[in-house]
């Protein structure tokens, strides 16, 4: 006789059966009852059950537990599971913490533009996004000042499909730059700034590995003022090459600037 499963559920209508992934280290995944995304920091085993720490693009940290088909992996529902040591390991971000694109070609130019005042900015912009950029096809500039933002911008003619941005520094209400900046924006052109006098004071003292970045007295160049605050040499280049070589992420960088690029990338990619 022939012999039948007690399950008569049709296969057409059973669940796919849901993926493991092993969280490693610097996976991005999205937890799906909250829709918190982020990189995996690291796994631990409690006694309600496993969990894994997330930390978004911002620093924040979030705890959830591993349970079956409670994360979403590039769009795809998937289980964590804890690594083992013979896990690959694989580049999953880039230094920005978006979802990385191995093998991607960079995508031609687009008429948009990011301007940013300063050559240590442009570096700093292309050290953490400079990946997102060429995928996205955004060129990034320096300006050397904002003095003459007015008339760069009237000469660059933003519209629909070359929208404009620039990142200023020292942004605050009040100053000169925020004078210029109302001046100049539109639909099509977006100044945004960070509160910080120089890009420098930007990256995480942490990173740098000093308590915090110096107060320098008014009237005194900044950048010289904080190396010999340091105790640095005084060479400005140097000092800087050595900041630069701090930020290898996202991590490294404060969440004021962080969101201020995050911004102008989204405006000028609009589609």
């Known amino acids: 006789m022939r012999q039948y499963s007690a399950d008569l559920t049709p296969p057409w209508k059973k669940p796919k059966p849901v993926p493991e992934v092993a969280a490693e280290a610097d996976l991005v995944v999205e937890e799906l009852g909250t829709g918190f995304c982020g990189a995996v920091i690291r796994c631990e085993k409690t006694a309600e059950g496993p969990t894994v720490t997330l930390e978004d693009r911002f620093g924040k940290h979030r ?11 590039e769009g795809r529902t998937v289980t964590l599971v804890r690594p ?22 960079a ?20 050290r953490v996004w400079g990946d997102d950029l060429r995928i996205e096809g955004v060129v990034v500039e320096y300006l050397e000042g904002i003095d003459d933002l007015p008339a760069i911008v009237a000469e660059f ?6 929208r404009l941005g620039v990142l ?12 210029i900046a109302a001046e100049v924006s539109s639909a099509h052109a977006l100044v945004v700034g960070h509160p910080y006098i120089d890009v420098w004071e930007a990256v995480k003292p942490s990173s740098v590995g000093i308590a915090g970045w110096p107060r320098v007295p008014r009237g005194q160049d900044w950048k010289t003022g904080v190396c010999e605050a340091l105790g640095w040499p005084l060479n400005t ?10 930020v290898r992420s996202y991590r490294d960088l404060e969440p004021a600037l962080l ?5 102008l990338i989204d405006f000028v990619t609009l589609p």
Do not use: C, N
């Open 63 to 73: 705890v959830f537990p591993m349970v079956p088909g409670g994360f979403a992996l």
């Open 84 to 105: 083992t040591a013979t896990s690959p390991v694989r580049p999953s971000r880039t230094a920005s913490g978006s979802v990385a694109v191995p093998g991607a070609r």
């Open 107 to 126: 995508r031609v130019a687009r008429a948009g533009r990011i301007y940013v005042e300063g050559r240590h900015d442009a570096e700093l912009v292309e």
């Open 157 to 162: 003619a933003p519209g629909p499909d070359a």
């Open 168 to 179: 200023v520094d020292h942004l605050v209400p009040g100053s000169k730059e925020s004078r």
């Open 237 to 246: 280049g140097a000092a800087w090459q050595r900041i630069l070589g701090s």
């Open 259 to 263: 969101g201020r690029v995050e911004e």
